[in-house]
């Protein structure tokens, strides 16, 4: 349900293995990517439930994050945690000053046209893409039509206001293009 809070949010993924002393490499999600070394206790999804794991050394690598997980001293056995999910639970996030928003929040949301209150679907993921995110927009129960769109997240320019308590985000977005 829009507005609704998850208690865990992913903050990071492991990719592969490191080395031969059962380290990993990590793709973070967080910004900046360094902030993932803040988090030592996490959860991984591993057959289909969340587990505790604890990153008992992590440090920066080139571009991306090599780390330990504390009891994994094998290339073999940190190979199956490659492809997993880290994640920690959501009030461990720092705080956001008013006009920011983590991406979580932001899915679920019904997305309204600002100029005549339509509505174009809702929020079902976002995208990096390096310039600026985008918004992925999936028709719904209600919507205009059943297009999906993709909306840049450049607030003031396309991106109105965003009442999460009323699960709403307002679009300057011509429902045509």
Same mark, same amino acid.
């Given at each position: 349900m829009a507005g609704e809070t998850p208690s865990r949010v992913v903050i990071a993924k492991i990719t592969t293995v490191y080395g031969v002393?059962?380290?990993v490499k990590i793709h973070s999600?967080?910004? #900046?990517?360094?902030?993932f070394l803040d @988090?030592?206790?996490c959860q991984v999804r591993k057959n289909?439930?969340?587990?505790?794991l604890e990153i008992d050394q992590s440090r920066?690598?080139?571009?991306?994050?090599?780390?330990?997980?504390?009891?994994?001293?094998?290339?073999?056995?940190?190979?199956? @945690?490659?492809?997993?999910?880290?994640?920690?639970a959501v009030?461990?996030? #720092?705080?956001?000053?008013?006009?920011?928003? @983590?991406?979580?929040?932001?899915?679920g949301l019904a997305v309204y046209t600002?100029?005549?209150?339509?509505?174009?679907?809702?929020?079902?993921?976002?995208?990096?893409?390096g310039a600026n995110d985008v918004l992925v927009v999936k028709p719904c129960a209600g919507s205009i039509d059943d297009r999906e769109r993709l909306i840049p997240y450049l607030p003031g320019q396309y991106i109105g206001a965003i009442e999460l308590d009323e699960g709403r985000l307002a679009v300057e977005w011509d429902p045509e293009f």
């Open positions: 002393k059962g380290w999600f967080t910004q #900046p990517m360094q902030n @988090y030592s206790h289909g439930r969340w587990q505790e920066i690598h080139g571009k991306g994050i090599v780390a330990h997980i504390k009891g994994v001293d094998d290339r073999e056995l940190a190979r199956d @945690y490659c492809g997993l999910e880290l994640s920690v009030d461990e996030l #720092p705080a956001l000053q008013d006009d920011e928003f @983590y991406w979580h929040q932001l899915v600002s100029r005549d209150d339509q509505l174009l679907g809702k929020v079902d993921h976002l995208i990096e893409t």
